[in-house]
T-cell receptor, first 113, second 114 residues
């Protein structure tokens, strides 16, 4: 069964460092997302990506964040200069249609020291 | 603005007992509603969804949910809990035409004891 894969599963970084989280969405999906979940809090929407551009982003997704789909298979989230409060589990998700049925990866846990 | 509220961050039931997880939504337009489940160390998995067809929606693993517009609720139920149902459950709302942007509730952790 096709699945969304994310790497790395866990990354530890120093405050101020750049981090890139990688995702391989399901191959025939057209809609791509990043969500995050700070420990003990709710899952929060960060950004949606469709037709090679950002379709919507939350207020969390400031200038320090960017997304890219550099080729036909990968979808990346970059944080330019990490802050302590960026520590969270980051989930990539993809969807084939605009129906809310999303397929999530297992997440990348980011720890900023 | 859309939001969902899940009543009860932790619910504990006995194996074989009824499972009831509560979700109330707020939306200025007819929403799509979802329940997702997260097993330990895994991503979220869709349990079921309401998209304005039948108000009683059946999902995987014996779960179902009923959309009640008058109560703005979308509670999740299962007649008989199984040990394998222990997980965190998230209710979510989506604005129709909203590029799949899901707004999640805070989650309810379900514990099932023998």
């Amino acid at each position: 069964e096709p699945e969304v894969t994310q790497t790395p599963s866990h990354q530890v970084t120093q405050m101020g460092q750049e981090v890139i989280l990688r995702c391989v969405p399901i191959s025939n999906h057209l809609y791509f997302y990043w969500y995050r979940q700070i420990l003990g809090q709710k899952v929060e929407f960060l950004v949606s990506f469709y037709n090679n551009e950002i379709s919507e982003k939350s207020e969390i997704f400031d200038d320090q964040f960017s997304v890219e789909r550099p080729d036909g298979s990968n979808f990346t989230l970059k944080i330019r200069s990490t802050k302590l409060e960026d520590s969270a589990m980051y989930f990539c998700a993809s969807g084939r249609e605009n129906t809310g049925e999303l397929f999530f990866g297992e997440g990348s846990r980011l720890t900023v020291l | 603005a859309q939001s969902v509220t899940q009543l009860g961050s932790h619910v504990s039931v006995s194996e074989g007992a009824l499972v009831l997880l509560r979700c109330n939504y707020s939306s200025s337009v007819p929403p799509y509603l979802f329940w997702y489940v997260q097993y330990p160390n895994q991503g979220l998995q869709l349990l079921l969804k309401y998209t304005s067809a039948a108000t009683l929606v059946k999902g995987i693993n014996g779960f179902e949910a009923e959309f009640k517009k008058s109560e703005t609720s979308f509670h999740l139920t299962k007649p008989s809990a199984h040990m394998s149902d222990a997980a965190e459950y998230f209710c979510a709302v989506m604005r129709v035409g909203g590029y799949n942007k899901l707004i999640f509730g805070a989650g309810t952790r379900l514990a099932v004891h023998p």
